[in-house]
Nanobody, 127 residues
Framework: QVHLVESGGGLVPSGGSLRLSCAAS????????MAWFRQAPGKEREFVAA????????VYADSVKGRFTISRDSAKNTVYLQMNSLNPEDTAVYCC????????????????????WGQGTQVTVSS
C-alpha cells in the first residue's frame, strides 16, 4: 500500500513562491505517473500538473503553465511542485496522487487515472 504525504503549504503574499513536496512510502515505489490536484472551497477538484516517473514527461493546466514546475526525485520517492508568481486564485488544498499503470507517453490529467492520494496541504495566497 502506497502512502503519500504532502508538505510545504502555507500562507504567502500575492506574487510569492512556495515549493510543495509529496513523499511516497510503502513497498517498492515505481508508479507510472504522479500528479498534483487542487480544490478550492466551493469548487471542484482541478488538475494542476503531472509527471511520468520514468520519462519525466510533464503536463500542466493552462492556469499554471509558465508559473508552476513539477519535478521528481526517484531516489527519494518524492515529487515536487514549485509554484511561482502565486495569486489569490491559487488558494486551495493541494493533493498529490500516484497512478500505478499507464500507457500514454504523457501523464494523465483525469483524477480517475490515479490510485493513491495524499491528504493534502493548504496553500493560501493573500492579496
Amino acid at each position: 500500500q502506497v502512502h503519500l504525504v504532502e508538505s510545504g503549504g502555507g500562507l504567502v503574499p500575492s506574487g510569492g513562491s512556495l515549493r510543495l513536496s509529496c513523499a511516497a512510502s510503502g513497498g517498492t515505489f515505481s508508479p507510472y505517473a504522479m500528479a498534483w490536484f487542487r480544490q478550492a472551497p466551493g469548487k471542484e477538484r482541478e488538475f494542476v500538473a503531472a509527471i511520468t516517473w520514468r520519462s519525466d514527461s510533464t503536463v500542466y493546466a493552462d492556469s499554471v503553465k509558465g508559473r508552476f514546475t513539477i519535478s521528481r526525485d526517484s531516489a527519494k520517492n518524492t515529487v515536487y511542485l514549485q509554484m511561482n508568481s502565486l495569486n489569490p486564485e491559487d488558494t486551495a488544498v493541494y493533493c498529490c496522487a500516484a497512478g500505478a499503470l499507464g500507457y500514454s507517453p504523457s501523464p494523465y490529467r483525469s483524477p480517475t487515472e490515479y490510485d493513491y492520494w495524499g491528504q493534502g496541504t493548504q496553500v493560501t495566497v493573500s492579496s
